[in-house]
C-alpha cells in the first residue's frame, strides 16, 4: 500500500486546475512530477535515481529511491548506494547481492520543512507558467478573431477587460474609436489583434480601430461573405468618423453592395452602431483602375481622370458643384479614397466647366508652397488660387489649422502672383497704347 504523502492534497490540486482552469490532467501529472523532482534535486544534489509516480485519479503520490548495493568498503555516496550489509538487515532482503539495485520508497515530508515549502513554491510557479503558456496559445490561435469581454478597469492609456474564465486583456486607446466610452462591468466587442509574449507574461492586445474589426463585423452580419458568395477586397477605414469597403461577388446573381447593405439598410445599421455610427461606404471592386477610383470618390461623380501609373497618381477631373464631395469633410473621402486605391488622388476643376484662365491650380505653386500646405488647402476645398483668397484670412487660418505666418505666406504668394498679372496687363495695353500713337498723328 502506498505511503500517505500529506505534503500536498492532490486531489484538490486536480479538482482545482483541470476542472477550473482547464488543464489537460496527463499535462498536470508531468508538473507536478517535475515539481517534485526539481525539489527532490535541489535537497540531495540529484534526483536521477528517484520514481515519482502520480496517480491522477486517487490523488496518491509514490516516491521511490533506488540505491545500488556495494560493499562495506566501497560506499561512497549514500543517496545512491547502500552497503551490503546494511540492506540484508532489512526484512526480505537477505538475499540481495552486490550490484542489485534496492529500491526504497520513501515519504517526502521525510525531507524536511524546507523541502515542502520548495515544492510549494515551484509547484504554483510551473502551474502559473503553465497557465500563461496555454493562454498565449488559445489566444494566439485567436488573432483575427472577435471576441466579447468584460471592462474591469479603465485607465488614461488603455482599458483592462476580462473574459469569461477571468483571462486579462488590454484594449489600448490608441486601438479604440473616438468617442467610445466604457464604465467597468460594460461589455466591449473587439476583435484579437496581437499576442504578445515578453518575459513568458502574455499581453493580449484588441482593437476596434483595426480594418480587419470592420471585416469581422461584416462577416458576422452578411451571410454572403462568411459562405465566401461575396468577397471583401479592400478596406480602408478612419475609425469613427468614415469607412469605405470594396466588395465583389463571382456570381452575376447577386449585388454585393446590395447584399452588405440590406434591406432599407438592416445589415449595415447594425455595424455603424458598433462603430459608433462611423459612416460606411460600401463600393463594387473591379480591376479597371479608373472606373474603381471613380467608385472610390463617390459620392462625388467623376468628369474624367487620367492615370500615372510609374508614379501611382491619379488626376481626376470634377464639375465645381462636385469637388467638395470629392474631398470631402475634413478631405476623409479623398484621403479613403488614396487609401482604398493605393493611388495619390489629385482632384481639378474640370476646364470644361468654366474654368477661369486667370485663375491657377495650387499645384502650380509647389516651387514655392509646400506640398503639405497646398494639401491641406485642398482638404477645405480649394484648389485654386482665387479660390483660396475669397476666404478670410482668419476663416483660412480656423479650418486648415495651419499657423497664422504660413497662411500669411501662401497669401502672399498669391497674391504677388495675381499683382505681376496685372503689371503684366498693364504693360501690354501701355505697349499698345504707344504702337497705335504715331498711327494716330499720321
Keep these: 500500500m502506498a505511503a500517505k504523502q500529506d505534503v500536498v492534497?492532490?486531489?484538490?490540486?486536480?479538482?482545482?486546475?483541470?476542472e477550473e482552469k482547464k488543464i489537460d490532467r496527463n499535462?498536470?501529472?508531468?508538473?507536478?512530477?517535475?515539481?517534485?523532482?526539481?525539489?527532490?534535486?535541489?535537497?540531495?544534489?540529484?534526483?536521477?535515481?528517484?520514481?515519482?509516480?502520480?496517480?491522477?485519479?486517487?490523488?496518491?503520490?509514490?516516491?521511490?529511491?533506488?540505491?545500488?548495493?556495494?560493499?562495506?568498503?566501497?560506499?561512497?555516496d549514500e543517496n545512491k548506494e547502500i552497503t551490503l550489509s546494511e540492506v540484508h538487515k532489512i526484512e526480505g532482503n537477505e538475499d540481495m547481492n552486490i550490484g542489485d539495485t534496492y529500491a526504497e520508497q520513501v515519504n517526502f515530508s521525510?525531507?524536511?520543512r524546507r523541502a515542502v515549502l520548495n515544492l510549494r513554491q515551484t509547484l504554483g510557479s510551473k502551474i502559473l507558467d503553465l497557465q500563461k503558456d496555454n493562454l498565449y496559445n488559445k489566444y494566439k490561435e485567436k488573432v483575427g478573431t472577435v471576441i466579447s469581454a468584460e471592462v474591469y478597469q479603465v485607465w488614461k492609456k488603455e482599458m483592462l477587460?476580462?473574459?469569461?474564465e477571468g483571462n486579462e486583456m488590454s484594449l489600448p486607446k490608441s486601438e479604440q474609436i473616438p468617442g467610445d466610452f466604457y464604465r467597468k462591468g460594460d461589455k466591449v466587442t473587439a476583435v484579437v489583434a496581437k499576442v504578445d509574449n515578453r518575459n513568458n507574461d502574455p499581453k493580449?492586445?484588441?482593437?476596434?480601430?483595426?480594418?480587419?474589426?470592420?471585416?469581422?463585423?461584416?462577416?458576422r452580419d452578411v451571410p454572403e461573405i462568411l459562405d465566401g458568395l461575396i468577397t471583401i477586397?479592400?478596406?480602408?477605414?478612419?475609425?469613427?468618423?468614415?469607412?469605405?469597403?470594396?466588395?465583389?461577388?463571382?456570381?452575376?446573381?447577386?449585388?454585393?453592395?446590395?447584399?452588405?447593405?440590406?434591406?432599407?439598410?438592416?445589415?449595415?445599421?447594425g455595424i455603424v452602431r458598433e462603430l459608433r455610427n462611423e459612416n460606411i461606404d460600401v463600393i463594387q471592386y473591379t480591376d479597371n483602375l479608373k472606373l474603381f477610383i471613380s467608385r472610390a470618390l463617390s459620392p462625388a461623380h467623376v468628369s474624367d481622370i487620367s492615370v500615372f501609373d510609374e508614379h501611382k497618381r491619379a488626376d481626376v477631373f470634377l464639375h465645381s458643384e462636385e469637388i467638395?464631395?470629392?474631398?470631402?469633410?475634413?478631405?476623409?473621402?479623398?484621403?479613403?479614397?488614396?487609401?482604398?486605391?493605393?493611388?495619390?488622388?489629385?482632384?481639378?476643376?474640370?476646364?470644361?466647366?468654366?474654368?477661369?484662365?486667370?485663375?491657377?491650380?495650387?499645384?502650380?505653386?509647389?516651387?514655392?508652397?509646400?506640398?503639405?500646405?497646398?494639401?491641406?488647402?485642398?482638404?477645405?476645398?480649394?484648389?485654386?488660387?482665387?479660390?483660396?483668397?475669397?476666404?478670410?484670412?482668419?476663416?483660412?487660418i480656423d479650418r486648415t489649422d495651419l499657423e497664422e505666418e504660413t497662411i500669411d505666406e501662401v497669401l502672399d504668394i498669391i497674391n504677388e502672383q495675381f499683382r505681376i498679372d496685372e503689371a503684366d496687363v498693364e504693360a501690354a495695353d501701355q505697349s499698345e497704347e504707344g504702337t497705335d500713337a504715331p498711327a494716330e498723328e499720321a
Design 9 to 18: 492534497d492532490l486531489a484538490e490540486i486536480f479538482s482545482k486546475y483541470t
Design 204 to 219: 493580449i492586445i484588441l482593437s476596434r480601430t483595426s480594418p480587419l474589426f470592420l471585416q469581422r463585423l461584416f462577416e
Design 161 to 164: 477587460l476580462v473574459d469569461d
Design 233 to 269: 477586397r479592400k478596406i480602408a477605414r478612419i475609425p469613427g468618423e468614415r469607412a469605405k469597403v470594396a466588395v465583389e461577388s463571382y456570381d452575376e446573381r447577386i449585388d454585393p453592395v446590395g447584399a452588405c447593405v440590406g434591406m432599407k439598410g438592416a445589415r449595415i445599421h
Design 27 to 76: 499535462t498536470l501529472v508531468s508538473v507536478l512530477e517535475d515539481s517534485f523532482r526539481s525539489v527532490i534535486s535541489k535537497m540531495v544534489g540529484s534526483d536521477e535515481n528517484y520514481d515519482v509516480i502520480i496517480n491522477a485519479k486517487k490523488g496518491d503520490l509514490e516516491i521511490y529511491r533506488n540505491r545500488e548495493v556495494v560493499a562495506d568498503e566501497d560506499l561512497e
Design 110 to 112: 521525510d525531507f524536511g
Design 324 to 396: 467638395s464631395l470629392a474631398i470631402g469633410k475634413n478631405g476623409n473621402n479623398i484621403k479613403l479614397a488614396n487609401m482604398l486605391t493605393e493611388y495619390k488622388i489629385e482632384v481639378f476643376r474640370d476646364d470644361a466647366d468654366g474654368h477661369d484662365a486667370n485663375d491657377y491650380y495650387l499645384d502650380e505653386f509647389l516651387d514655392e508652397i509646400d506640398a503639405w500646405v497646398i494639401e491641406a488647402l485642398k482638404n477645405i476645398g480649394c484648389s485654386t488660387a482665387k479660390e483660396v483668397i475669397k476666404i478670410p484670412r482668419q476663416e483660412l
